[in-house]
């Protein structure tokens, strides 16, 4: 099995599922781009910190962050894709749901090739995907890895196992609050229970006065 940090699992929970490809492809990305560290700053070079670029952009501007041309968090994020709040891009959750769509974008481009979708994952413009391919050994590693993972599985450090959540409740047709899980709920028209209890009332009479002793 392969644990996951909690942080980290959340965010491949969050992230990684109802894709065309499977789940440990983009957790292979990750692993390769940042070894699943979400606060890693790398590229180029890698000699700035997130308390670094978070001081920048609070002294300089989100713009003078950006011109550091460095990627971020557990996908590796390049500054080219940046939005402000900086801060949101080390979020594990939100970095990697990025990831996830990025690399969905490149799979479904490439005709679900797994192996073309890696390559371009850090190839924005990829006018040579050849030399991605085999010039770099990250795309078989993470094809490969890919394969380990599925056959290993992935867990949360509790021993918790990785898979799609389970869809929420339908709301109940009348728009009411559903009742919590397990719980048994009963939907009573209080009219009709009254004029049932009025009923029986008074064919208790009628039974009572059919077998009351003659005097």
Do not use: C, H, K, N
């Given at each position: 099995?392969?644990?996951?940090?909690?942080?980290?699992?959340?965010?491949?929970?969050a992230a990684a599922f109802n894709r065309p490809y499977r789940p440990t492809l983009l957790l292979a990305v990750a692993e390769?781009?940042?070894g699943l560290q979400p606060d890693i700053v790398g590229d180029p070079p890698n000699t700035r910190t997130r308390s670094d670029l978070l001081a920048l952009e609070r002294s300089q501007g989100f713009a003078a962050a950006v011109a550091t041309g460095h990627s971020i968090g557990l996908g590796q994020i390049n500054a080219i894709h940046w939005t402000p709040p900086l801060d949101q891009w080390f979020d594990p959750t939100f970095n990697l749901r990025f990831a996830g769509d990025y690399l969905e974008q490149q799979y479904r481009r490439h005709g679900g090739d797994e192996r073309l979708a890696a390559a371009a994952y850090r190839g924005p413009a990829m006018t040579d995907i050849n030399g991605w391919l085999w010039?770099?050994?990250?795309?078989?590693?993470?094809v490969d890895r890919a394969g380990q993972l599925d056959a290993e599985g992935v867990v949360s450090l509790g021993g918790e196992p990785a898979g799609p959540e389970?869809?929420?409740a339908p709301p109940p047709a009348d728009g009411g609050t559903p009742p919590p899980a397990g719980e048994l709920t009963?939907?009573?028209?209080?009219?009709?229970?009254?004029a049932a209890f009025s009923d029986l009332g008074a064919a208790g009479a009628r039974a009572a006065a059919a077998i009351r002793p003659r005097s």
């Open positions: 099995m392969v644990a996951l940090a909690p942080a980290v699992f959340a965010a491949y929970q390769w781009e940042s010039d770099r050994p990250r795309t078989s590693w993470i389970a869809p929420p009963v939907d009573i028209d209080f009219i009709e229970l009254g």
